[in-house]
């Protein structure tokens, strides 16, 4: 054999042992059709259970801010004051009537019992005694009135303090120290983090599949990857006439951290199982529009292979609709079977 055949045969091997432990590297996992869990996904957007916006009842200029967006706050506590002088001073005023009737109302009595013991003597008429006791009887309303008014008064000026009426987060503060406050403007809105709930509205047809039974959901968060088990699916009995879509409330686990109402959630909802070819989502290539996976082509290398990706599954991994068979290996790092695969090249 000459020395020129032996360098031929030489390098073809010294490729192979390089690229073989590359290779190696690569973890790969068999792809079976499987019995997996159908589910309609619907987006949805998380809200808390407990929320409010507190708005005021009275004009005034608001004197104190307490709090600002993001401050956990307790059930009764203080949020904000508006200026009470105005109704401060009614309630004074409210006193001064108090006063006032209380005066004409003992003189009303006075007058009804001297002009009663009068009649008894007969120094007097009964048309007499009538009118004493119709004066007394106004004077006693009079009272009930101021009373009343007090009252009211009373209820105005603790409009001007506002509290929490429950205990959580501050979600925003919507008003400035010194803006002025009217009846119907929104001052805070207050919400509590332990109870979360994602809305989504599903068409008719839909909720005709999900009706059956129990219906069982998981939440997805795309931002942060996160799933998450539904709690409990409550179906609103009412539809919308105009997007023939009900709304349907689903529940997510008590104290689930880091959920903030207004966020971006997808539900899926169980249909029920059918057999499908699924990849685990860490196996996928993505590339502009291309959709693909590495498939060890049986030599010790991979090829690259374009698929249909179908919708991810409640286990995480993700349906392949066109592309793959049942016992092909799938490499599951795309990037270091790419590497492997042009080393070997």
């Given at each position: 054999m000459t020395r020129y055949s032996i360098i031929r045969i030489v390098l073809p091997a010294l490729a192979l042992a390089i690229a073989n432990p590359l290779q190696a590297q690569v973890p790969t996992q068999r792809i079976e059709a499987r019995s997996v869990g159908l589910?309609?996904?619907a987006e949805a957007t998380l809200e808390a259970v407990r929320q409010a916006t507190l708005a005021a009842q009275v004009?005034?200029?608001?004197?104190?801010?307490?709090?600002?967006?993001?401050?956990?706050?307790?059930?009764?506590?203080?949020?904000?004051?508006?200026?009470a002088a105005e109704a401060s001073q009614a309630v004074a005023g409210a006193e001064a009537g108090i006063a006032q009737a209380q005066a004409n109302q003992i003189n009303a009595k006075a007058a009804y019992e001297r002009t009663k013991s009068l009649?008894?003597?007969?120094?007097?008429?009964?048309?007499?005694?009538?009118?004493?006791?119709?004066?007394?009887?106004?004077?006693?309303?009079?009272?009930?009135?101021?009373?009343?008014?007090?009252?009211?008064?009373?209820?105005v000026q603790g409009y001007t303090?506002?509290?929490?009426?429950?205990?959580?987060?501050?979600?925003?503060?919507?008003?400035?120290?010194?803006?002025?406050?009217?009846?119907?403007?929104?001052?805070?809105?207050?919400?509590?983090?332990?109870?979360?709930?994602?809305?989504?509205?599903?068409?008719?047809?839909?909720?005709?599949?999900?009706?059956?039974?129990q219906i069982k959901a998981r939440v997805e968060l795309p931002d942060t990857g996160r799933w998450l088990e539904a709690a409990g699916v409550t179906v609103l009995p009412a539809a919308d006439p105009r997007t023939h879509t009900v709304r349907v409330r689903v529940d997510l686990p008590a104290n689930a951290e880091g959920l903030v109402p207004g966020t971006f959630a997808?539900?899926?909802?169980?249909?029920?199982?059918?057999?499908?070819?699924?990849?685990?989502?860490?196996?996928?290539?993505?590339r502009g529009e291309l959709t693909g996976v590495y498939v060890a082509d049986g030599k010790g290398g991979f090829a690259l292979r374009q698929i249909r990706a179908g919708e991810p599954l409640a286990d995480g991994s993700v349906e392949v609709l066109a592309g793959?068979?049942?016992?092909?290996?799938?490499?599951?790092?795309p990037v270091q079977a790419g590497i492997a695969a042009r080393a070997a090249r």
């Amino acid at each position: 054999m000459t020395r020129y055949s032996i360098i031929r045969i030489v390098l073809p091997a010294l490729a192979l042992a390089i690229a073989n432990p590359l290779q190696a590297q690569v973890p790969t996992q068999r792809i079976e059709a499987r019995s997996v869990g159908l589910t309609h996904p619907a987006e949805a957007t998380l809200e808390a259970v407990r929320q409010a916006t507190l708005a005021a009842q009275v004009p005034g200029r608001i004197v104190e801010l307490k709090v600002d967006a993001g401050d956990r706050v307790a059930k009764g506590q203080v949020l904000l004051r508006i200026d009470a002088a105005e109704a401060s001073q009614a309630v004074a005023g409210a006193e001064a009537g108090i006063a006032q009737a209380q005066a004409n109302q003992i003189n009303a009595k006075a007058a009804y019992e001297r002009t009663k013991s009068l009649v008894e003597r007969k120094f007097v008429s009964q048309s007499a005694l009538d009118q004493a006791k119709a004066s007394f009887d106004a004077a006693e309303a009079q009272l009930r009135a101021a009373r009343a008014g007090r009252g009211q008064a009373a209820t105005v000026q603790g409009y001007t303090t506002i509290v929490a009426p429950l205990a959580g987060l501050v979600a925003a503060r919507h008003v400035e120290q010194g803006e002025m406050a009217q009846p119907g403007r929104q001052l805070v809105t207050v919400y509590d983090p332990a109870a979360m709930r994602a809305v989504v509205d599903v068409p008719q047809q839909r909720l005709a599949g999900l009706a059956s039974g129990q219906i069982k959901a998981r939440v997805e968060l795309p931002d942060t990857g996160r799933w998450l088990e539904a709690a409990g699916v409550t179906v609103l009995p009412a539809a919308d006439p105009r997007t023939h879509t009900v709304r349907v409330r689903v529940d997510l686990p008590a104290n689930a951290e880091g959920l903030v109402p207004g966020t971006f959630a997808r539900v899926y909802f169980a249909t029920g199982e059918a057999p499908r070819i699924a990849v685990p989502a860490g196996a996928i290539l993505r590339r502009g529009e291309l959709t693909g996976v590495y498939v060890a082509d049986g030599k010790g290398g991979f090829a690259l292979r374009q698929i249909r990706a179908g919708e991810p599954l409640a286990d995480g991994s993700v349906e392949v609709l066109a592309g793959l068979v049942g016992g092909e290996e799938v490499a599951l790092d795309p990037v270091q079977a790419g590497i492997a695969a042009r080393a070997a090249r």
